[in-house]
Every structure is written in C-alpha cells, then in structure tokens.
C-alpha cells in the first residue's frame, strides 16, 4: 500500500489482484468503516459479494452514521457528521454509490449539486443573554502569547506529546479565546483530551481556519447521514451480493503469532446467546472494527432521563479480548477507561407547532421551513453552564418528518454541572427539562417555557458514554496500526486504527483505514490519497495566520527591541523577493 495525489492515480482502475477468487472476507461490525471497507473490497479488490461478510451486533447498519424514527419516542439524531471538500477517501467511496435521490447520479453528485446550489454557512456562530449575539464577529481574539502556544504545539512533533492534554500546551490566554470556543464547541474538544490528537486537527484543517467563524468551510447532507449515506452504501453492497448478518457479537478473534508473523485463525462469535467458531486460513481476510464511540448509548425520553451506562459492550469487549495477544494490537484500556471524561450527552427536540420556529429564526437569521441550510452548523450557547449547542440542519431532516415540524440536534459538553434555568446536570434531565433549558437560552419567556416544553416540543436525550474516546490522551501504539506488523490476513479499521496525519471522529477516518486495510490485504496496484497537504503549503499557513492574527499586520505584534531592530532587517532583505510578495498578498505586511 502507498500514498498518492493528483488525477493520474485518482482515475485509474487497478488490476485484479492476484488469487482474489480463492478469498474470502469477514467484517466484523457494520459501521461506516465496514461498509467501506466491503466495498473497496467489490470495487478494486474484485472480490465476489458473496465472499464478503459482515457481522453487526445491532440490528441496523450504519454505527454512527445514524438518524432514526422510533415510534414509542420520536425522531433520534445521537450526532451529526461534519464534511469537507478533501475528505479524499471518502468522496473516493461515494463516487463509485449510487444515489437513491438522483436518476444515473452517484451519491457524490448529488451531495456536489446539493451543496454548490445551497452553500453551507452561519450567519449567528453564538449567542449569549439569552438570544442575544454574542458578537464574536468572527474573530479569534488570539492573544500573542497564545498564538505562539498554537504556533508552538503546530511544530511540536507528534512523540513529544505522548500521552500530554491540551492544558499541558496551552495558558489560560488561549482559552480565554473565541478560537477555542470556536474549537472546542465544533470539534467537541474538552480541556483534558489529547493535545497529540488537537496538533493533528490544527495540521490536518489548517486550510480551514478561515472558516472556523462562519462554517464555510463544511459541506453537510440533505438528510440525516443514515438516510443520506447509509442506506445507499448497504442497498449497493446487497445488490453485489454482500451477506450482512445482524444480531452478531464477535467476542474475540485468535491469532497466531510469531516471531515475523500473524495470522487470525478462529473467529469467536454469539448469535441468539449461542457461541460459535469460525476457522481462518490465510486466504480469509478479517478486517476489525476495535471499540466505537456510539457503545453503549442510552436513551430517554420526554419524561425519562438516560441513564449513563457502564457496559463496555461488544466493541470494547472484543478489543480487549484481542490486545493481550500481542501489544502490536494496541491498548483498549487508554479510551474505554475513563466513563467521566469520555461521556456527553445530545437530544433530538421535534418542534410540534409554530411556538418555537419563531425564536429559531430570530437567531438564525433564516426560514428554517425553506429546505435550505438554517443555523449552518452549531450555534452555541456561550454562558451555558453546560456549554450547550444546537443546529438545524435541511429541513426535513427525515423523509418522513412532517413539513411543519423542525427536528432539532442539541449537545452539551458539560453535563455534569446544573444548568442555568433547569438546576441539575444535563446527565439527570428528562427530554422535557432539557428542552426548558434550551429554550430559556433561546430567549421564550420564563412563564411560557414550561407549557412549550411539555406541549410545543417533543425530546429524546441520548447518553454516549464513550463519544470523546477518540480523543482520550495517548500514546503512539496506544492505537494499532491499521495493518499490524507480521499480519497476513487481519487488519484494524475505524476510528481506533492508527493512520498518520488523519484525524479521528470523522468519516473520512473511518473510510481511509478501510481503504488502506483493503489495499495492503490484497496488494491492490492504486494509490491511496494521501491527507491533504495544506500544512506543507507556505501559502496556507500564510493565510491561516493572518486570519488567525484577525487581520494584524506582522509589524504590528509587540516586540521587545531587539526583535524589532531583527525583524526590521529581516524586512529589508526580503524586499523585492517572492517571500515579500506573498506576505503582502495574504496581508501580513
């Protein structure tokens, strides 16, 4: 397997692999990075569908790729995934799908067209005083002293900051900033995660800090992702023949291991409470979905709080079953250790009548009814105690969704604290109390809050307990590689694999270890595309840093004289050259 760019690798059509008849492949979990996986393996592996298999705990595809209608709760979004234009992978999968919307389209077309018609952005990134701007006007209010933290952890190879937090690298300076309200709120960064895996988001979306403030840098679906890139990835697997089982935990794989060598020999599996085998040769490939941020969530609903569960579930179970076996396969207990640090909580809030839609549209600025984009992405809600956001995204959000109703997705970072209206943690509330919440924060009047909760609105909250697992501090081989050292025929894909340079909780993650699982099993003769190179590019860090600097010329940054006397000098040197063009052009001088 080896990286590539540009078009000649991006179009090209590999050769079948050598002996790919003879193989077989096992999936075990029937997330996104499954599902993609399955189909690199139809795709470029030209692999027969009926030698594909996977194994879901569930009965639904899709893991986090959710959005559902229950019919004892209502409408459920447990979260909502965030796109770019250089997901590569991931356009790379959508490309060969073909669209359920649009005749002789595939789901990239349509997902092209839908977002070059109605562009993504916010006209209201925050608010505060319960429905007022809260101006953030789009600036960073970066002081020097923490843009040159964000400067320093930017060079700060990776091994420095094994196992590190984000208040190890950063003052108080920096998180005083709208920057990290920016960040913490879109990317769901808390104050103890990883600064390891926030320098790779900095390096990995630096092209994007422009569009921080206003969300013009994300592109998003027409419908909930399960509708919208779910259900086309499964029916297209299905139409190739693929066997998907439902009602399946895998409890472990074995291996056998030597000095230069790793095979998986025997599947552990549960169907119907009864334990089975499966038996491996080397020609039956298994690819292994290791924990999941989506385990064990729980839901409540309008009268009904839901409950934190503590049960590590299959996907945990199975890593944990896996990892002593060799330490090349990583350490499951850095993620799923630590409940407190790694839950929060969401809820999905279905507007019933038109009480509500009017306080929506006040703050963003926009008819939520139109079919067009609406908040544009999280508006957050910065004097909750909670840290509480909300979006809408297209109404409907569902097919079936009614056309005078509005499903809402709110999520809270800090759900252990009493809120500001409703005075208990988020974690205690049942759907109609966090509605209350929200709603005082939109501005309604206390006495009209309560009525509108219980009969203007209805609300299933959802507990994750290891939805930030991702970003749990580590250390390199914390996470193993997606293809082990030795492994002939076993490969680790999803959010829990290790890939460089990428970054995690994202589609692309999942849909990139997939692919790379694919093409090292079976040798494929393609490139993968590589991450975007945006943070080897002098004109984007020029850029980002002048966006960065809200707009402040080089010279006008405080320094003692000397530096100044350097800098001067430096200046006058670069007069007339390219280095002196680009820092005018992007403002800098």
């Known amino acids: ?41 139809l795709r470029d592996g030209q692999l027969k569908g009926e030698n594909i298999h996977i194994f879901e705990q569930l009965d639904i595809p899709g893991g986090g790729l959710d959005g559902l209608y229950d019919d004892g709760r209502g409408f459920i979004i447990r979260g909502g995934r965030e796109m770019e234009n250089h997901f590569e992978c991931l356009w790379d999968l959508f490309r060969s799908i073909p669209s359920l919307e649009v005749e002789n389209a595939s789901v990239l077309d349509e997902f092209y067209w839908l977002n070059k018609e109605d562009p993504n952005f916010s006209l209201e990134r925050a608010i505060q005083n319960r429905g007022e701007s809260a101006h953030t006007d789009g600036k960073f209010t970066l002081s020097d002293t923490a843009s040159m933290e964000i400067m320093k952890l930017f060079f700060t190879p990776e091994e420095s900051l094994a196992n590190m937090k984000i208040t190890d690298v950063f003052s108080e300076d920096f998180f005083q900033s709208n920057f990290w309200l920016y960040w913490q709120t879109m990317f769901a960064f808390e104050p103890w995660h990883s600064a390891m895996e926030m320098r790779r988001y900095i390096a990995r979306f630096i092209h994007h800090i422009g569009g921080l403030p206003d969300f013009s840098a994300l592109k998003f679906t027409k419908y909930n992702q399960y509708e919208s890139l779910t259900l086309p990835l499964i029916e297209y697997l299905q139409s190739k023949g693929v066997d998907v089982q439902y009602g399946i935990t895998v409890d472990n794989v074995l291996f056998d291991i030597s000095t230069d060598k790793k095979v998986a020999k025997k599947i552990l599996y549960t169907k119907n409470k009864e334990a089975d085998t499966i038996d491996l040769s ?35 179970n199975l890593w944990k079953n896996i990892a002593p076996q060799d330490p090349a396969f990583g350490n499951p207990d850095v993620f799923c250790g630590d409940i407190p640090k790694s839950n929060w909580e969401s809820a999905t809030i279905t507007t019933l009548d038109m009480r509500i839609p009017p306080y929506i549209e006040k703050i963003c600025k926009r008819d939520p009814f139109s079919g067009k984009v609406v908040t544009g992405g999280i508006v957050t809600i910065k004097d909750s105690k909670w840290l509480m956001s909300f979006t809408l995204n297209r109404q409907p959000h569902f097919k079936k969704q009614p056309k005078d109703q509005l499903t809402v997705w709110i ?75 030795g492994s002939v025929n076993a490969a680790f894909i999803g959010n829990f694999a290790e890939t460089p340079r990428d970054t995690v909780f994202t589609t692309e993650y999942s849909v990139r270890t997939a692919m790379e699982a694919v093409y090292t099993l079976l040798d494929i003769d393609r490139g993968v595309p590589e991450v975007f190179g945006s943070a080897y590019d002098v004109r984007v860090l020029l850029d980002s840093t002048h966006k960065m600097m809200d707009g402040k010329k080089l010279t006008d940054i405080k320094l003692p004289l000397g530096a100044k006397m350097v800098e001067h000098e430096a200046l006058k040197k670069m007069n007339g050259t390219m280095i002196m063009k680009m820092l005018q052009e992007n403002g800098l001088i």
């Open 1 to 41: 397997m080896y990286y590539s760019n540009g078009n000649y690798e991006a179009f090209a059509k590999p050769k079948k692999p050598e002996n790919v008849d003879k193989k077989s492949a096992y999936l075990v979990g029937g997330g996104l990075a499954s599902l993609a996986a399955a189909a690199f393996l």
């Open 411 to 485: 999520y809270s970072l800090y759900c252990d604290v009493p809120g500001d209206y409703i005075k208990k943690p988020m974690k205690d509330c049942t759907g109609v109390e966090i509605t209350e919440e929200w709603l005082y924060h939109l501005g309604v009047p206390e006495n009209e809050i309560e009525d509108m909760a219980k009969n203007s609105a209805n609300s299933v909250p959802c507990m994750m307990p290891f939805v930030t697992s991702y970003f749990m501090p580590r250390k390199p081989g914390d996470r193993p590689l997606v293809v082990p050292k």
């Open 282 to 316: 080397e020609n039956d490939l298994v690819f292994i979905t290791n924990g999941s941020n989506t385990e064990s969530s729980s839901l409540g609903d309008q009268n009904t709080k839901a409950e934190l569960s503590t049960d590590l579930g299959g996907s945990w």
